[in-house]
């Protein structure tokens, strides 16, 4: 066979690339649903670090997630009324699927958690960091005023610097208890490199001040978002 | 010809170690870099790198004498990055952490200089048989260092192998640290280092 003429050359790569595609797409059908449920998890396992329950392997903490998020509500940037009957939103719906991009187009969506006995609300967040996206899980109190629990990710931010927004426990563990918002209802919880005001800032992570800032940038304008919940809740109390 | 030939085993086994691909031929550094912070992703990589290159070979030779030799890179490519898509699909439904840590480094197996060379140098050449033989052999000696490094990295990093502690919590509250340095990429590149050097030390003693 002449297997250096051009229509043999053609032909062979025409043919060689038409049997990966078929093949990849078949793999690619075949282990979706593995993979989809595989995601949904992790994103559990992140909402519930949010709220200081981490470490538990996967099947404790699909239970727990069952036992703890009581709905996942969405809002628009106009509505942000929490609904009445909350059985209708349970569990895993139409907010939980939400992701950034959705964010992006004015769904907001807020998980109403209970947590030993108390009503716990977490926001989800979607920040730019150095190198790539951030996003992370903000737990609040029940009045909405105080930081209840804080936790970060990031797809491709510096080993060791900015990775520590994720790595580093102590430090997501220092959002807890900061106030959120001041007198006008303006956002104030922040990362700063020169606290000012401990009641609401923290820290920045040492030799990573641009994903510090991302973080800063991130939490005020994504909690921003939630402004009009946050303040008729704190009117309720 | 006998499955286990001179010739064969030879195909199996020199590149474990005195033609390890890392220690010698120096290829695929940049992945092992990158993925040696813990033992746990170095030995999934050294796996996935060691069953495509073991595939890529057999397929390539068992199609070597029907591919057009203008387009022979690209052939190898493609067969490639199919595998390691394939691979990375699957790693992702039954091992999704681990296929969160190595994260990018999956898809660049397509890049690692050691498949497309066993390619070019051997299957292209070879039959199906030796050439998977070959393949296991380069990636078992490409797994081989990952996993020392890893080892070292996260013993003295983390204190700890394969997530179990290790350093019992005494020593910490003796004064004793971690050594954070050894997370970062640059003392993986020392310990690599380290390991060509003790490598070359024993093997090229006779050379002097």
Same mark, same amino acid.
């Given at each position: 066979?002449k297997?250096? +003429?051009?229509?043999?050359t053609i032909a062979?790569?025409?043919?060689l690339?038409?049997i &990966?595609?078929? %093949?990849?797409a ?7 649903? $593995? ?11 992140q /909402?519930?670090?949010a709220?200081n329950?981490r470490?538990l392997?996967d099947e404790?903490s699909?239970?727990?997630y069952?036992?703890? &998020? ?7 940037s106009?509505d ?5 009957? @909350?059985n ?8 939980f699927?939400?992701? +950034? +991009?959705d ?10 958690c209970e947590v030993?006995?108390?009503?716990k609300y977490?926001?989800?967040v979607?920040?730019?960091?150095? !190198? *790539?996206p =951030? ?7 029940a009045?909405?005023?105080k930081v209840y629990? $804080? ?8 080993a060791g @610097?900015?990775?520590e927004?994720?790595d580093?426990r102590q !430090?997501?563990?220092k ?8 007198a006008q209802n303006?956002?104030i919880?922040?990362?700063?490199k020169d606290?000012?005001n ?5 820290d920045?992570?040492t ?6 800032k991302?973080v800063d940038?991130?939490l005020?304008?994504?909690i921003?978002?939630?402004?009009s919940?946050i303040?008729?809740n704190?009117e309720?109390? | 010809?006998?499955l286990f030939?001179?010739?064969n085993?030879e195909?199996?086994?020199?590149? %474990?170690?005195?033609n390890?691909? =890392?220690a010698?031929? &120096?290829l695929?550094?940049?992945?092992s870099?990158?993925?040696?912070s813990?033992?746990k992703p170095a030995?999934?990589m050294g796996l $996935?790198?060691?069953?495509i290159?073991?595939?890529?070979n057999?397929i390539?030779s $068992? ?6 030799m203008?387009i022979?890179? /690209?052939?190898?490519l493609?067969?490639v990055a199919a595998?390691?898509? =394939?691979?990375s699909q699957?790693l992702?439904?039954?091992s999704?952490d ?12 397509i890049?690692n ?10 299957a292209?050449?070879n ?5 998977f033989?070959?393949?296991?052999g380069?990636g078992?000696?490409y797994?081989?260092?990952l996993?020392?490094?890893?080892? &070292? ?6 204190g700890?192998?394969l997530g179990f502690q290790i =350093?019992?919590q005494?020593?910490?509250?003796? *004064?004793?640290?971690?050594n954070?340095m050894?997370t970062?990429p640059?003392m993986?590149?020392i310990?690599l280092?380290?390991v060509?050097?003790v490598h070359?030390a024993?093997?090229?003693k006779?050379e002097?």
């Open positions: 066979m297997t250096n +003429s051009n229509s043999y062979y790569s025409a043919i690339v038409v &990966v595609a078929f %093949l990849l078949f793999v690619f059908q075949a282990l979706k649903p $593995a993979q989809d449920a595989n995601v949904a998890l992790d994103k559990k396992k /909402i519930l670090s709220l329950i470490d392997d404790a699909a239970a727990k069952k036992e703890v &998020v009581k709905a996942d509500v969405v809002f628009t106009s942000q009324t929490l609904p009445k009957d @909350l209708r939103y349970t569990g895993e719906n139409d907010g699927k939400l992701n +950034s +991009s964010y992006k187009a004015g769904k907001y969506v807020l998980y109403v030993n006995g108390q009503r977490v926001i989800p979607y920040g730019m960091g150095l !190198w *790539g =951030i996003w992370g899980y903000i737990a609040l109190d009045d909405c005023s629990g $804080a936790y970060f990710n990031h797809e491709s931010e510096t @610097l900015g990775a927004i994720k580093n !430090w997501q563990e959002f807890q208890g900061k106030k959120v918002v001041d303006n956002i919880l922040g990362v700063e606290v000012k401990p009641q609401s800032e923290v920045a992570v030799g990573a001040t641009l994903t510090s991302g940038a991130m005020k304008d994504c921003g978002k939630y402004k919940f303040e008729k704190e309720v109390k | 010809m006998a030939s001179k010739q085993r195909a199996l086994l020199t590149p %474990l170690n005195q390890n691909p =890392i010698v031929q &120096v695929g550094i940049c992945s870099l990158a993925v040696t813990q033992l030995i999934v $996935a790198v060691t069953i290159t073991a595939f890529s057999v390539i $068992a199609i070597r004498k029907t591919i057009p203008r022979r890179i /690209i052939v190898q493609v067969v595998l390691v898509t =394939i691979v699957i992702k439904a039954y999704y681990v296929s969160v840590q190595l994260s990018v480094y999956v898809g660049l197996i890049t200089c050691i498949l497309m060379g066993r390619l070019e140098a051997f292209m050449q039959s199906p048989w030796p050439s033989l070959d393949g296991i380069n078992l000696g797994a081989f260092i996993v020392l490094v890893g080892a &070292v990295r996260e013993f003295l990093g983390r700890s192998l =350093i019992p005494g020593a910490y509250d003796a *004064g004793y640290f971690n954070g050894m970062m640059a993986a590149l310990l280092g380290c060509i050097w070359r024993y093997f090229y006779e002097k």
